[in-house]
DNA sequence: CCACTTGTAGAACCCGAAGTATACATATAG
DNA sequence: CTATATGTATACTTCGGGTTCTACAAGTGG
């Protein structure tokens, strides 16, 4: 007890990692992603989050506003690493190889955005730029090979969100082969395009 | 104001429809299903299924022990429908044609099932009978045509959901052309596995 | 006509989780 | 060395929504 009165227990835990306000912040929304990807916005606690984080709940006041502040800024975040990392496509087959990337780079904020976030209805007003736009030009792409009608409708609904769980099961499978991923999930979305056309 | 004291306002309002207790409760089921399908069954209140059924919570405490039990009661009874309606399926392509007899029979009962209850882990055991047994079965046919190794995986992981997901696509299609409509799932899912395969 | 069931209306209670407050500890920049 | 930013710990308040309770109204079968 002589050179340090931080031990008084036996075990001496180490001596608590500070960083500065910028970097516990990136620090937070890393676990809170990881923390709202395993179950959703409600389903999730603060107390979740904080002990993902590895903090209390009052460092998470410290930096967020509240609960759905926080959410935002994760939500947010996703967002605009998935923009960075695909760069405005146009949701065509080039698209694919973009989006291989993106969940590559953040698979809890991928998974995040499309599994949960795209479902829950206070917060898909956030992530709809992306979604109404892919779904807006998937649809001009597909209205080139299928004839307009119901069936061009059933299909303009369906492949966008396949094509993301196409890219969710490929993380969930151990990301084999990434050189040719995208040829086999592109050829999983023509397979349903084809099952389309008259 | 002479014959009758019911009207005492301008709106003499229908006496209040009532129903035998089993009745009712079907009624209530009804309403709650379709209720719990817009949103899941964090986001749906009490009072959303007590207005959906046109009736007080008070009533909804009379039939069921807590929105707990009201849900499972609502599963339950939608897995029930699809088992009857389906009949013990092998998700082989045999199954398709079912699945769209199933899906037009109880389309709010199908959407709850396989787009909220699957997700929410309080209640996915419900339904894990008939998810756990459909990818078990799903796999075994897929292992005939795809070999062992990671994109038989991605295949076993993605084909099940996507199947589901084509239903529900259909059923928001206007449910066209129910004649080949089985066969042009069929075909999307044979797409699917194709890209999976070497 | 009576008893009973089905129903309304709404206040009150309760509990978990969000959010607030206060006191204290200590790394680290300057 | 000291000031300050970063952190812990914990108790407290607030609040929404599920749950309970009481009082009353009225259709229906025996």
């Known amino acids: 007890m002589s050179t ?6 036996a075990a001496a835990a180490q001596p608590v990692r500070r960083l500065r306000r910028a970097e516990r912040r990136e620090q937070i929304l890393d676990a809170a992603t990881r923390a709202f990807a395993r179950a959703g916005y409600a389903a999730t606690g603060l107390d979740d989050i904080a002990a993902e984080a590895a903090l209390t709940r009052a460092m998470l006041y410290r930096h967020f506003e509240s609960k759905a502040d926080l959410y935002r800024a994760v939500l ?19 698209a694919i190889p973009a989006l291989l990337r993106a969940a590559s780079a953040d698979p809890d904020g991928f998974r995040l955005l499309f599994r949960y976030a795209a ?13 109404a736009a892919s779904r807006e030009v998937g ?9 307009e ?13 396949f094509t993301l769980e196409a890219v969710i099961a490929w993380l969930d499978a151990g990301r084999p082969d990434p050189e040719h ?15 389309a056309q008259p």
């Open 119 to 131: 479902r829950e209805p206070d917060f898909r007003e956030l992530i709809d730029s992306i979604t």
């Open 4 to 9: 340090s009165e931080a031990g008084e227990e």
């Open 76 to 94: 947010d975040r996703a967002c605009l690493r998935l923009a960075e990392t695909t760069g405005a496509d146009d949701f065509d087959d080039a």
């Open 181 to 195: 991923a995208a040829e086999r999930i592109a050829a999983a979305v023509h397979g349903v395009m084809a099952a």
């Open 139 to 147: 649809r001009r792409n597909l209205a080139r090979v299928i004839p």
């Open 149 to 161: 009608g119901p069936w061009l409708d059933w299909a303009a609904n369906l492949i966008p969100g």
